[in-house]
Every structure is written in C-alpha cells, then in structure tokens.
C-alpha cells in the first residue's frame, strides 16, 4: 500500500526518480531495488555543523549561478523538486548514477562538493526553523489534523505508519476557484504496517541450548 498526503503549504522531501520520473523510469528502478542486493556502503559525512553550512553556501551560491530554480534541475536530474532541494541543503545523499546528470544541469558545482554530496549526510535542523511562518503552518497542519490523519491511514491501510525515508515529495501549484495560484505538497510514502511480536520470527534470541 502507498498513503500520499496533500497539505496546503510547503515542506521538505525525500525520494529520487519519483513524481516527476516517466512510468518506465519508475519501473525500472522499483525492478532494479527489487533485484539489487540493496544500497552500497557509503562514505559518512564529515562531522561539524559549520563544515555543513559551509557546503551548503557553496552549494547553493553554484545553483543561484547556474540560473535555474529547483524545479527545473529536479527535471534534468530526473528527481523530485523536494528531494532536489534537499541535495542542496545536504539533507540527501546524493546517489552516483545521478551525480553527472547533476554536474551538467548545474556545471558551477565543484568536483569536490560533489563528491560531499555523494557522502551520507549528518541530516539535521535547526530548532529555530519552526520559527520560519511556512514551516510552522505545516507544524500547525499536521498537530491540528494528525489524529484525523492517523485514523484515515488506518481505516484504509491498518496498524501502521507512512514512511518519510521510502517517500516521494513535491510541491506544485494550482488556480483556486476564484483564480488564486493554490500550494499543493504531495508527501507520497510507503506504508509500514507493525508487525507482531512472535517470538518464532525474532532471529535476533538467543541460542536456548546455551
């Protein structure tokens, strides 16, 4: 089962080859993770939230450069605008197969800051961000309807959560009735049922003969 969510504002994302992907691309590469043996090891992050910030000025002074908007790199890239954006916050890894798509949509990059982004990132925030008005709408969105939510999610899929890691994002917009341009946010996520806790499937005990 797959939950989407549409909210009115904006937020942050997650997935590559995702919405803004053509059906056969998306095929392909559900077929390829259904067969691969899971995703390669990677290099961690160097530790420090300066050396961070740091990357993510350069980061983001190559894409102001490169004169193209988020959303116009996530189509080169074949990515969705969230999970594009979130590459350049360092808040995703960003993966080899997308990396020279990357470097010629926004050739201002450095080989070296690709080779950061290539890194699994320390991904974190700022506790001051609820602060920022659209981050905090969608605070007040989710806490105002998160019961109603969470009650939706289990009448049509059962016991279980979406996922925010196995999950698509975009923003988009649209006219209202009167014309308006409207926000729409699709959070496009893998349910994640619990699972019982029999004890013949836990893998983990401990040899009883011992």
């Given at each position: 089962?797959?939950?989407s969510?549409?909210?009115?504002?904006?937020?942050?994302?997650?997935?590559?080859?995702?919405?803004?992907?053509?059906?056969?691309?998306?095929?392909a590469?559900?077929?390829?993770?259904?067969?691969?043996?899971?995703?390669?090891?990677?290099?961690?992050a160097?530790?420090?939230?300066?050396?961070?910030?740091?990357?993510?000025?350069?980061?983001?002074?190559?894409?102001?450069?490169?004169?193209?908007?988020?959303?116009?790199?996530?189509?080169?890239?074949?990515?969705?605008?969230?999970?594009?954006?979130?590459?350049?916050?360092n808040?995703?890894?960003?993966?080899?197969?997308?990396?020279?798509?990357?470097?010629?949509?926004?050739?201002?990059?450095?080989?070296?800051?690709?080779?950061?982004?290539?890194?699994?990132?320390?991904?974190?925030?700022?506790?001051?961000l609820?602060?920022?008005?659209?981050?905090?709408?969608f605070?007040?969105?989710?806490?105002?309807?998160?019961?109603?939510?969470?009650?939706?999610?289990?009448?049509v899929?059962?016991?279980g959560?979406?996922?925010?890691?196995?999950?698509?994002?975009?923003?988009?917009?649209?006219?209202?009735?009167?014309?308006e341009?409207?926000?729409?946010?699709?959070?496009?996520?893998?349910?994640?049922?619990?699972?019982?806790?029999?004890?013949?499937?836990?893998?983990?005990?401990?040899?009883?003969?011992?």
């Amino acid at each position: 089962h797959t939950c989407s969510h549409r909210l009115d504002n904006k937020m942050m994302g997650f997935s590559c080859a995702g919405a803004s992907a053509p059906p056969q691309r998306r095929q392909a590469s559900v077929r390829a993770s259904l067969q691969g043996a899971g995703p390669k090891p990677s290099l961690p992050a160097r530790p420090g939230v300066e050396r961070k910030q740091q990357l993510v000025d350069r980061l983001l002074d190559a894409k102001e450069k490169s004169g193209k908007s988020f959303t116009q790199i996530a189509s080169e890239i074949g990515c969705t605008n969230i999970y594009t954006a979130a590459l350049f916050y360092n808040q995703q890894q960003l993966k080899e197969g997308t990396a020279q798509a990357l470097q010629q949509a926004v050739p201002q990059l450095s080989e070296s800051d690709l080779k950061e982004m290539m890194r699994a990132p320390s991904r974190r925030f700022d506790p001051d961000l609820l602060q920022e008005p659209t981050v905090y709408r969608f605070y007040e969105a989710i806490m105002h309807n998160g019961e109603a939510i969470k009650a939706i999610i289990n009448e049509v899929a059962g016991d279980g959560i979406m996922s925010a890691i196995d999950m698509y994002a975009t923003v988009d917009t649209t006219p209202g009735k009167l014309g308006e341009k409207r926000i729409v946010v699709t959070l496009n996520g893998k349910f994640l049922p619990y699972v019982e806790g029999k004890a013949a499937d836990n893998v983990a005990q401990p040899d009883s003969k011992q």
